[in-house]
T-cell receptor, first 115, second 109 residues
Framework: GAVVSQHPSWVICKSGTSVKIECRSLDFQATTMFWYRQFPKQSLMLMAT?????????EQGVEKDKFLINHASLTLSTLTVTSAHPEDSSFYIC???????????FGPGTRLTVT | ELKVEQNPLFLSMQEGKNYTIYCNYS?????LYWYRQDPGKSLESLFV?????AVKQEGRLMASLDTKARLSTLHITAAVHDLSATYFCAVNQGGKLIFGQGTELSVKP
């Protein structure tokens, strides 16, 4: 089956530092990946759409200079949270769209805590 | 702008009982998804519904889709404690998934 991995699964960082989260499709190619953020007891909110070889498309209200997305290959997208603040603490989930089936598969999520 | 609304948002059930979660969406879409999320975990795919009248069943869960009414239902039959989780519906909009608020289900003995 289609598998998406995320690394790290959890990370704690100090306020003001940057942290990078990786999203990989392990057994399929994904021209498009999506990044979601989920606060406790809330739904998933789409942050941005990541397209291989081109700039990401950000949803309204998401700061593109703060959440840097790079989709360098058909199997890897990265999200870098720059100058992290405690309010950035959240559960970040990526999904990857299989270029063959067009179905989306979700990663296991990364829990970010900013102290 | 596509809006997806679920109800109820919280559901406390007794084991053995039946109940239905509703998912309404505001504009036409070609597919609707149901996911399960356990605390601290990511999403687990349950169903994808592609056409009007589609019905899918897996164990004690059955999902249906009425595209004319823009309504999907997730029916739980004879609930058991293991079904306790948060359930999300999501609707495809131009390749992006728009999620409902989620329904937190608690099944008590």
């Amino acid at each position: 089956g289609a598998v998406v991995s995320q690394h790290p699964s959890w990370v704690i960082c100090k306020s003001g530092t940057s942290v990078k989260i990786e999203c990989r499709s392990l057994d399929f190619q994904a021209t498009t990946m999506f990044w979601y953020r989920q606060f406790p007891k809330q739904s998933l909110m789409l942050m941005a759409t990541s397209n291989e070889g081109s700039k990401a498309t950000y949803e309204q209200g998401v700061e593109k200079d703060k959440f840097l997305i790079n989709h360098a290959s058909l199997t890897l997208s990265t999200l870098t949270v720059t100058s992290a603040h405690p309010e950035d603490s959240s559960f970040y989930i990526c999904s990857a769209r299989d270029r063959a089936s067009y179905e989306q598969y979700f990663g296991p999520g990364t829990r970010l805590t900013v102290t | 702008e596509l809006k997806v609304e679920q109800n109820p948002l919280f559901l406390s059930m007794q084991e053995g009982k039946n109940y239905t979660i509703y998912c309404n969406y505001s504009t036409t879409s070609d597919r609707l998804y149901w996911y399960r999320q356990d605390p601290g975990k990511s999403l687990e795919s349950l169903f994808v519904l592609l056409s009007n009248g589609a019905v899918k069943q897996e164990g004690r869960l059955m999902a249906s889709l009425d595209t004319k009414a823009r309504l999907s239902t997730l029916h739980i039959t004879a609930a058991v404690h293991d079904l306790s989780a948060t359930y999300f519906c999501a609707v495809n909009q131009g390749g992006k998934l728009i999620f409902g608020q989620g329904t937190e289900l608690s099944v008590k003995p």
